[in-house]
């Protein structure tokens, strides 16, 4: 069985080349359940999560050799922030869909990051403005430079203001991007910054939003990745009134998204009201931006679909 480093990741997968592969994976016969989810309890900082995220390919109507299953385990631990680690930690393992015989294990943590940013990015390829050349970063965790180099495989951004309630971090991360030759600023005035950009993208782990609707200019996308509990928000009820709202999976968004969650709850949105999750998009089912000056707004759970794609595409590298 093959081990796939966090560094061979890195190595053979690019952004576009992923961003590719997802948009393929909505199109095809992949089945992914909806994840196993387990709370764990913890005294003095917030409850970690464990998720199990089984998929394989159809084979109902006759196997291939290009088969796979694959399940990914993570731990959610929001405490580590604290200890100096990630947040989310996970390891995948890749099997053959004709025999079951594992083929790799995969570093996880690396692997999430990576799906989770090309899952954005393909949003914003059917939802951001084709010229879109401003991306607001909200959030300086491991995932951030994994979103911001995704979405400029897919728009001209030229130019990157990151915003983070730790500006030490937010310094850090717009150093490590100097090789993205943007025009990069680190900012502390977010409705300012909000109202600037082309695209708005966050991964934070908030409890209240941070992103509120009447900041934002016409023509903006909203790429929302954290708050993955109900009980979390990233943007406000005005965000969900004036965009046109779209997911990656109904199931997943409707049940375990804050920001979804809690405006259907309320009465702000209604399930009719979401445009379209990423397979209506990538088959065609649900229309994307339709104007210049609509906002769209995209909220990301993630789906053992994305990651499966993403595992097999970094496999086939590293054999060949």
Not at 79 to 86: D, I, P, S, Y
Not at 119 to 146: D, F, I, K, N, Q
Not at 166 to 179: F, P, T, V, Y
Request: with cysteine; net charge negative.
């Amino acid at each position: 069985m093959k081990t796939i480093s966090a560094s061979d990741l890195i190595r053979v997968l690019d952004p576009l080349a992923i961003v590719n592969a997802l948009d393929d994976a909505f199109r095809s016969s992949i089945v992914a359940p909806l994840r196993h989810h387990h709370t764990m309890a913890r005294v003095g900082e917030p409850d970690a999560i464990l998720l199990a995220m089984p998929a394989w390919t159809d084979q109902s109507h006759g196997g291939t050799e290009e088969a796979v299953i694959g399940v990914k385990l993570v731990t959610v631990v929001p405490g580590n922030g604290a200890r100096g680690l990630t947040g989310v930690m996970g390891s995948y393992v890749l099997m053959s869909g004709v025999t079951g015989a594992p083929l790799a294990i995969l570093d996880g943590t690396t692997l999430t990051h990576l799906r989770t940013a090309a899952a954005s990015a393909l949003a914003a390829r059917y939802l951001a403005r084709t010229e879109s050349s401003r991306l607001l970063a909200v959030g300086s965790g491991a995932l951030m430079p994994h979103l911001i180099k995704a979405h400029t495989s897919v728009r001209p951004i030229t130019y990157l203001t990151i915003w983070a309630r730790d500006s030490a971090k937010a310094d850090a991360m717009a150093r490590s991007l100097a090789a993205l030759n943007l025009d990069i600023r680190v900012v502390s005035d977010l409705d300012r910054a909000v109202g600037e950009a082309d695209i708005v993208t966050c991964a934070t782990m908030s409890m209240t939003p941070l992103v509120h609707g009447e900041w934002l200019k016409p023509g903006t996308h909203v790429d929302l990745v954290g708050a993955y509990t109900p009980a979390m928000r990233e943007a406000d009820d005005e965000a969900i009134r004036r965009a046109r709202v779209y997911v990656d999976t109904m199931e997943g968004a409707t049940h375990e998204a804050g920001d979804i969650v809690q405006p259907l709850k309320s009465g702000v949105l209604t399930t009719d009201a979401i445009v379209g999750d990423l397979f209506a998009l990538a088959n065609g089912r649900a229309q994307a931006r339709t104007s210049a000056t609509e906002i769209t707004l995209f909220k990301s759970v993630g789906t053992a679909l994305e990651d499966l794609a993403a595992a097999k595409l970094a496999y086939d590298r590293v054999m060949n």
